[in-house]
C-alpha cells in the first residue's frame, strides 16, 4: 500500500475522529495543500526496466486451496524475489517473498510464497483496510491502453479487498470499494500457526484464481489469448515492530513509494 493511496484514502474517510488510528498520524494525514503538493510533484525516476512474466497455459485445472505443492504449479516459473519498492539501491527485504502464475480458459491463477517467522493477521472483514495487517497486494491493469485499472488486497486470515480505479490517484482518480472480483477464489495456507509469537514459523502460501468474467463490471475485458499482454504488478506490505513506517517490497520496483503508476508496473505475458 502506497502512501499516496493511503493520504488519498485518508481524505475520503470524513471527519477525523472517523478515521481509522493509523491515518490521524501527522506522518499519514496531509493537509489538502499539502496533498494537492504531493499530488502534482514530480515523479522521481523508474528503477530500471519493468520486469516480465511468461505466464504458461495450465495443463488442468488449479484447486484453490492455498498449498502450491500441486503438480500444476510445477510448470509455472518463480517471479524474481520482490525488491524494495524504490528498487535495489535501497535495503534488501528481510524476508523473502515471491510468485508464479498460471492460466486457463476460466482463470488466471496466482501463488505467492511469503517468508515469515512470526504470522500475524487480524482483519476479518471483507473489505476493510486490508494494509493494517501485514498482506499480499495484486495489482492488474488488463487493458494496457486504457487508463483503469484493479487491485486486490489480502491477508493471512485470508480477508480480501478488492478495488477499481478509474485512473490513477495522482491524476484525479478514486478508489471504487463497490467493485467485487465476482467469482473469484482465494485461499491461504499457513507453514507455522497464526497469532502465535513464541513459536518461529516459516511463513505463509496463497492462491487467488481470477475468472476472466470478473472485471466485466467497470471494463471490457477480452479473454486473453497467446500473445495477449496485460500489466501487473505485486506488493508486500510487512510490519516491523517500533517503525512508524511499512515496508513495501515488491516484484517490479517503482522507483517511488507508491504502487499507483501502472506505467512502471511489469509485463505479463501470455504463452501455451
Do not use: C
Amino acid at each position: 500500500m502506497s502512501f499516496l493511496k493511503m493520504i488519498v484514502f485518508a481524505s475520503l474517510a470524513g471527519p477525523l475522529s472517523a478515521i481509522p488510528s493509523f491515518f490521524q498520524s501527522a506522518a499519514y494525514l496531509p493537509t489538502a495543500q499539502s496533498l494537492e503538493e504531493h499530488s502534482s510533484a514530480p515523479l522521481a525516476p523508474p528503477a530500471g526496466k519493468p520486469r516480465a512474466y511468461r505466464v504458461h497455459h495450465a495443463k488442468s485445472a488449479v484447486e484453490v486451496d492455498g498449498k502450491l505443492e500441486k503438480k500444476e504449479w510445477r510448470q509455472a516459473e518463480w517471479t524474481e524475489d520482490f525488491v524494495d519498492i524504490e528498487g535495489t539501491s535501497e535495503p534488501k527485504p528481510r524476508f523473502r517473498t515471491r510468485a508464479k502464475m498460471l492460466w486457463d480458459d476460466r482463470y488466471l491463477y496466482i501463488a505467492a510464497e511469503l517468508e515469515e517467522p512470526d504470522v500475524k493477521a487480524s482483519i476479518t472483514q471483507h473489505d476493510a483496510v486490508i494494509f493494517h495487517d501485514n498482506d499480499f497486494e495484486v495489482f492488474l491493469k488488463p487493458i494496457p491502453s486504457e487508463e483503469g485499472y484493479f487491485e486486490f488486497e489480502m491477508n493471512a486470515l485470508n480477508t480480501g479487498w478488492d478495488l477499481y480505479l478509474a485512473k490513477p490517484y495522482r491524476l484525479g482518480g478514486h478508489a471504487d470499494n463497490s467493485f467485487e472480483l465476482a467469482g473469484s477464489q482465494t485461499a491461504v495456507a499457513i507453514q507455522g500457526t497464526l497469532n502465535k509469537s513464541a513459536d518461529k514459523d516459516k511463513g505463509w502460501t496463497l492462491e487467488i484464481a481470477i475468472p476472466w468474467t470478473a472485471f466485466a463490471s467497470r471494463q471490457v475485458v477480452p479473454k486473453p489469448e497467446v500473445g495477449s499482454t496485460w500489466r501487473v504488478n505485486f506488493s508486500r506490505v510487512e510490519w516491523k515492530p517500533g517503525q512508524k513506517r511499512e515496508d513495501n517490497w515488491v516484484w517490479s520496483p517503482q522507483g517511488v513509494i507508491n504502487m499507483h503508476i501502472p506505467e512502471r508496473w511489469g509485463y505479463l505475458e501470455f504463452e501455451n
